[in-house]
């Protein structure tokens, strides 16, 4: 096993689902603004519910780059 640093979106994806009922797709990179925010609201926690998307946004990218800067994610090469 050789450990590497997750990438930004597999972190993204992980912290969503603190802040989000269900976690973001792999395919949310590529929808527009608006899909993407309509994703965050609709699917906010409790926590957030009455949150801005951008504010939703906000608090997923630093816990994400929280993940990144201190995790290590462990991977099988063959």
Same mark, same amino acid.
């Given at each position: 096993? +050789?450990?590497? +640093?997750?990438?930004? #979106?597999?972190?993204?994806?992980?912290?969503?689902? =603190?802040?989000?009922? #269900?976690?973001?797709?792999?395919?949310?990179?590529?929808?527009? @603004?608006?899909?993407?925010? +309509?994703?965050?609201?609709?699917?906010?926690? =409790?926590?957030? =519910?009455?949150?801005?998307?951008?504010? *939703? /946004? #906000? +608090? *997923?990218?630093?816990?994400? /780059?929280? *993940?990144?800067d201190n995790?290590?994610? @462990?991977?099988?090469? =063959?």
């Amino acid at each position: 096993m +050789k450990a590497r +640093k997750l990438t930004k #979106e597999e972190s993204l994806i992980y912290a969503s689902g =603190e802040y989000l009922c #269900e976690h973001i797709p792999v395919k949310y990179f590529d929808w527009e @603004e608006d899909k993407q925010d +309509k994703f965050l609201t609709d699917n906010a926690h =409790e926590s957030v =519910e009455y949150a801005s998307a951008e504010h *939703i /946004w #906000e +608090k *997923i990218d630093m816990l994400a /780059w929280s *993940i990144r800067d201190n995790f290590v994610k @462990e991977v099988t090469h =063959e």
